[in-house]
């Protein structure tokens, strides 16, 4: 098989040959399925993971990183998986403390798969992968709160990203007045009009400073991949009643608040968790993006790159040069 490696905590990243024994190894010996990888995807956290040896993102060593996989089954030690299935993982610890999803080869723990929805070809389900799916997540906090059509403004952070490009799409889809914040207004900012948002904001209006605990109500919802002093001033201007759905620390892990927003507005904040999230909130999440998500959009956000490309790839999303969703097909 042939496969991405990082052999130890801070070693570089490697293509090469390993012998499948050496590697599908780490989630037991029963009950596992092994799949035919058909394509990942790459993601914030998977430039994390292949530049600087880990950055606190890896687990274990030596490890395959990619945090999405598209593949078929090859073989089935549980009873809801045969083989020829063709199925979809997200998160559940692949590409950071088991092996992920940049090989051509994997085996993996059964009760986070996904049957791949029939509306959907591989490719797009990889293109959707762990953004996406987040995006979904996020997106279903908001109506399950009660955020609705009607009651304003919904903001999304890091917009042109993977989880902004997608949270936009679903969001305008729906029929909510989306706001999209973003470092490259003038350089995106047909894009993002392109996808559904009907507003733009500079995302430094939010990052550089912090403001008051309490601002102007500006938000009903908003969905953030930024975290730190940007989550802070969403909190601070969110309406009353409305939500916040966090979903990425791209500023920072720290959350310099207070309780007034919570406490005099009534705000809620809930973080969505692809990682662990529950088999029942996998399958929601994958058969509402099956029949809301624009495909014909999502084709247009979507690059593809090879396996050799993921290595390089890693300094062009950290540093925030990509736009919208990258595939990576194992096999090429």
Known sequence: ?????????????????????????????????????????????????????????????????????VGTVSHSEDPNWSAGDTVVLNGDGIGESLHGGFATRARVRPDALVKLPESLSPERAAAIGTAGFTAMISVLHLEDAGVTTESGDVLVTGAAGGVGSVAV????????????????????????????????????????ELG??????????????????????????????????????????????????????????????SVNAPQELRQRAWNALASELDLEKLDEMTTTIGLEDTIPYAERILAGRTRGRTVVDVNA
């Open 169 to 208: 799409s679903l969001l305008a889809g729906r029929g909510y007045r989306v706001v999209a914040s973003t470092g490259r207004v003038e350089e995106e900012g047909d894009y993002l009009r392109s996808l559904g948002a009907a507003d733009l904001i500079d995302r430094h209006e939010l990052s550089d």
């Open 1 to 69: 098989m042939r496969a991405v490696i990082v052999a130890a905590k801070g070693a570089e990243a490697e293509v090469k040959e390993v012998m499948e024994d050496q590697l599908l190894v780490g989630v037991g010996e029963s009950g596992t399925v092994e799949l035919d990888v058909l394509y990942s995807s790459y993601n914030y956290k998977d430039g994390m993971a292949i530049s600087g040896g880990g950055r606190g993102i890896l687990q274990s060593f030596p490890i395959i990183p990619g945090i999405d996989i």
């Open 212 to 273: 008051k605990p309490l601002q102007s109500e500006r938000w009903a919802g908003a969905i953030d991949v930024a975290g730190s002093t940007t989550l802070a001033n969403i909190i601070a201007q969110t309406r009353y009643g409305g939500t916040v759905s966090a979903c990425g620390l791209a500023q920072g892990m720290d959350l310099p608040t207070s309780v007034a927003p919570f406490i005099l507005r009534g705000v809620t904040l809930t973080g969505a968790n």
